[in-house]
């Protein structure tokens, strides 16, 4: 930043958010995961600290904590899918070069999470479907995937009580719902 660094960009926030009323969530992304770096982030109003380098499982934790799910609270407009209305408050909280750029992460490791579901089904390991799931479903929440979000949610549950009966059409059920939220989601975007 030419301009201000990180602390005195996190310090003019907070210095608006006490005139606003409203909180703005402040990661640090930083070079450097020393825990003195963390600690002078947090000091400085941050809410959190990621370093580089990250994999997406930190950032996906990250996310979950700070970034709330857009909730569809108003009906969805006649035709448009509640995918159009979750990325379009995910753009409106982060701007568009950031949803893109974390939209185009999710493409990428959605695969790898369903994967570990279909592994974890295969070697009938209810926990790491569970685990599979629970980061499906928050993934899915955030970009307003709400089909699979719900679906992803439901496999958690049932796995957590073992009850694998069910698990597999879940997983089937979840991996078209995906498909589908990414296709109306590229749609969007590109559009």
Request: aromatic fraction near 4%.
């Amino acid at each position: 930043m030419p301009e201000r660094d990180g602390f005195e960009a996190t310090r003019r926030i907070r210095a608006d958010e006490s005139e606003l009323g409203e909180h703005t969530p402040v990661v640090a992304l930083t070079a450097d995961g020393r825990p003195e770096d963390r600690r002078a982030c947090i000091a400085a109003g941050m809410d959190d600290h990621l370093a580089k380098p990250f994999r997406m499982d930190d950032l996906e934790r990250v996310l979950e904590r700070w970034v709330r799910p857009p909730a569809v609270t108003e009906p969805v407009p006649s035709g448009a899918p509640a995918e159009a209305v979750g990325i379009g408050v995910l753009l409106d909280e982060i701007g568009e070069e950031a949803a893109l750029r974390l939209f185009a992460s999710w493409k990428a490791e959605t695969p790898r999470r369903l994967e570990a579901m279909r592994d974890g089904l295969d070697r009938h390991d209810a926990g790491a479907v569970a685990d599979a799931a629970h980061v499906l479903k928050s993934t899915c929440g955030l970009f307003g995937a709400v089909r699979a979000a719900e679906t992803a949610a439901r496999a958690e549950d049932v796995a957590r009580r073992g009850d694998v009966v069910e698990l597999p059409d879940l997983y089937d059920r979840l991996e078209v719902e995906i498909s589908q939220a990414i296709l109306a989601l590229d749609a969007q975007l590109t559009a």
